[in-house]
């Protein structure tokens, strides 16, 4: 039995090509790509790598408690591995994100790609491009037009106004536009409210049907988080009043329960929990096995990290949806690139012609460069079970 010997926490920030302000922060405007690294080492020498976004110092404490419940342990034991994180949420820290880790050990000692090990057979997704900001109706169709000509043929945009009629006219305006070349979606990213930096608006359920009633007179392919993401009744007479899917799920941190308690209700018509946030790789493909049983649709959210695409990715494809769906595809010129996200890799995670090629090594199929963290990354805690090193001041 493999066990964990050792475990290190990085800080790392990626420079940005362009200011980004991602549309569901108020406010917000990033110029860097910051997270939390994750590096697990087995005895044998076998790592497992994971990430999540971070605003700051909020994990400079964390590595205690994963010294304490994981080092010693099997990270083969999925179980175990999520019993301890779910301790370690009862505690207030929160960290499904970890768990692909444990499942990227476990692949590379099966010497196959993680969607391999878990019975997956599509090699490569078809995409939908996914927006992060908020536009103007004349430069979401300039930008509709150029994604189209990479070869998307579905584009997912944001709505964030405090007027709906700015929204629906926003989106009826693009689906117009696109009309009979390309489908459009929209997210509202009402789930979860984030106010720290700016006001933002709060969608009534009478407000979200009235938008849902746009959207489908203007033939969106879906509309993603009208609503509050406890609002499950609401959720539930709002998917069943739409004439357009209503879809969601993706930061439902309680996991597996309460996202098969939600698709029994009806709450949505396409579930898509993120395996960083939603119970990680074991529980979110146990929502797409529910989905399959309910005759709903399933298809991952993967906007955090590079880690958080290529996981979710495996999901997908080993949900058996992979080829009835889309899978979602980050980009927001200029700033937001899959070639900035992902400097910490070897290589970036890029579209070919709106398609996904699965890789095709050991694990999760991406390499950390170890020069690129050495120039962006910043270790702040480091165990083993002979040693501890621990440097809180880790963003100076
Ligand atoms: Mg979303």
Redesign the pocket.
Known sequence: MPVLDRVELYHVALPLPAPFAPS?IPGTIRTAHTICLARFVTEDGIDGWSAFPAAGRERAGMGDLLASLFLGQDPEDIDLMAERLHIMAVGGNVNWWLEPAFWDIKAKRAGVPLFRLLGGTHDRLTLYA?GGELKSVEARCEEAEKRLAEGFGTM?VRVHDFDEAVDIAHVTGVARHMEGRMKIAV?C?Q?FRLTANGPAPLWSLDRAKRFADAAADAGLAWV??PLFGDWHEEMAELTAHARVPI??G?LHIAGFRELARMARMGCYSIF?PDAMWAGGVAQCLEVADVCRTLGLRFTP?C?STGFGFIVNAHVFAASGFAGEELY?YPIAEPGWLPEARDAIFTAPMVHENGTFAMPTGPGLGVTVDEAALARYGRRFFAASRREVSWTPSVLG
Do not use: F, L, P, V
């Open positions: 569901w996914s997912k997210d990213n789930a993603e988080e879809a969601g993706e898509q959210h906007w979602e």
